[in-house]
């Protein structure tokens, strides 16, 4: 699912047809399926499990395992989740006080849609930040390099749509998949994947909704291409709620940031897409076997566990994170050292003049330096403390502060806590 705009537009109503046959092929099930197609030229899979973990981890096994040569399609549906970019940052990206039911309590108290317990998961490929849930199937075509190009599968998935009926379906520019929400304004070539007939071309009509999004992956001898396709979310409405970060005025990060877009929900059953989908990518490798279902069977092949394990693990959601800086006043401003705002009355630190602004220079998960153009040495002294204290262990630290009584250990704990809060750490 998509990173949302504020305002998430309702998808007009488009005739489209349903398939009633289901959407995945008999197929056996496990390690023993697996073990003998992974040397297959064209491979099928379907995944029987939603945990976010194993599916990438079995996505990442298909892409390091399988010959040069071969071409691979997995789909696979997980549990509600939020999924960054490998180089992303998730107090940048995600409201991450919220993820967990038993913490929701502000997006409770705002009436606000609560999902319950969201995890968050940081994957091996590059671009933005995604919502998944059970109505949205992800797809994935891993290939050697030379067939690879950012629209090939893209326009694969827009095929098996418009067969489905979902004649507004496009790929854009961005390589995104979009409905387009124009008045029908002519004829266009049906195998032209990148135009429909409700096309705008001026910029002047209704932006068009995006439901599928992309990221790759691109090795010395694999290309991975994998997407969302939005169907059927329950969701819509509450993911803008987990995707602002209360943090993001106060951080100034490198790494890539995510673009919001418009979303909508196409309005096909998981069945029905997964089934066209594989239709369509048999038709573009004659002779595809019936797919496989897999399962958390898997999790017995070693490399399999491993690779669960550390995406499962903090080390690789957090420390991972490119180097930013966290000031204890909102950023608006290009410069770091601009003054801070007039109607800013609070600081994390209360032995601190509230106007004075703080800077926090966080690399690997850890902080990298602490600084102030405006406080004394004495002062940069007690908080230089906090170097290389690792974001994660905050908690930690803070609990063993609450029983200290010297001043150092009175000057620090609020600025713990505060980080605490503003850096706040999701466990799964």
């Given amino acids: 699912m998509i990173a949302p705009s504020r305002g998430i537009v309702k998808l007009q109503q488009a005739s489209h047809k349903l398939l009633a046959s289901g959407g995945r092929r008999s197929g056996h099930r496990g390690i023993a399926s697996l073990a003998q197609t992974i040397c297959d030229p064209i491979q099928s899979y379907v995944s029987d499990s939603n945990d976010p973990y194993l599916n990438l981890s079995i996505e990442h096994y298909l892409l390091q395992k399988s010959p040069p040569d071969s ?12 999924v960054i970019g490998r180089n992303q940052n998730p107090w940048l990206e995600v409201n991450l006080g919220i993820l967990k039911a038993g913490s929701s309590t ?8 609560v999902i319950g317990n969201v995890d968050l998961v940081r994957r091996r490929s590059g671009g933005g930040t995604v919502f998944h849930d059970e109505g949205n199937v992800n797809w994935s075509v891993i290939c050697p390099p030379t067939d690879f190009t950012r629209d090939k599968h893209a326009e694969m998935v827009v095929r098996a749509l418009r067969k489905l009926g979902i004649d ?21 070539d049906p195998q032209d994947t990148h135009r429909t007939p409700y096309t705008v071309d001026d910029g002047a009509g209704p932006r068009p909704l995006k439901v599928s999004g992309s990221a790759y992956k691109l090795t010395r001898n694999r290309a991975l291409h994998h997407g969302t396709c939005l169907l059927r979310s329950p969701n819509l409405q509450a ?13 100034k990060a490198r790494g890539v940031e995510s673009v919001s877009s418009p979303i909508a929900n196409i309005g096909l059953s998981n069945q029905a897409f997964q089934k066209q989908v594989q239709d369509e990518f048999a038709r573009m490798h004659s002779g595809v076997p019936a797919a496989i279902a897999v399962d958390e069977s898997l999790l017995s092949t070693p490399e399999i566990s491993k690779g669960y394990d550390e995406l499962r693990a903090l080390d690789w959601t957090y420390s991972q994170t490119p180097q930013f800086t966290l000031f204890s006043h909102p950023e608006t401003d290009e410069d770091p050292h601009a003054p801070v705002h007039d109607h800013l009355d609070t600081s994390p630190v209360p032995w601190l003049h509230p106007k004075i602004p703080i800077n926090f220079k966080v690399q690997h998960g850890a902080i990298l ?53 503003m850096l706040p750490i999701v466990h799964v």
């Fill in 106 to 113: 502000t997006a409770k108290e705002d009436g606000q849609p």
């Fill in 239 to 251: 993911i803008p709620q987990y995707l602002h970060s209360p943090a993001k005025p106060y951080l």
């Fill in 168 to 188: 507004r379906a496009r790929v854009n520019e961005r390589h995104d998949i979009v409905l387009d929400q124009g008045n029908r304004n002519g004829r266009s």
């Fill in 71 to 82: 071409t691979i399609l997995f789909l696979y549906t997980n549990r509600p989740c939020i």
């Fill in 369 to 421: 330096d602490v600084g102030s153009s405006k406080m004394s040495n004495q002062e940069l002294e007690v908080l230089s403390t906090l170097k290389d204290q690792r974001i994660q262990e905050l908690e930690k630290l803070t609990d063993e502060l609450e029983g200290e009584e010297d001043d150092n250990s009175k000057a620090v704990r609020p600025i713990a806590n505060w980080l605490g809060a």
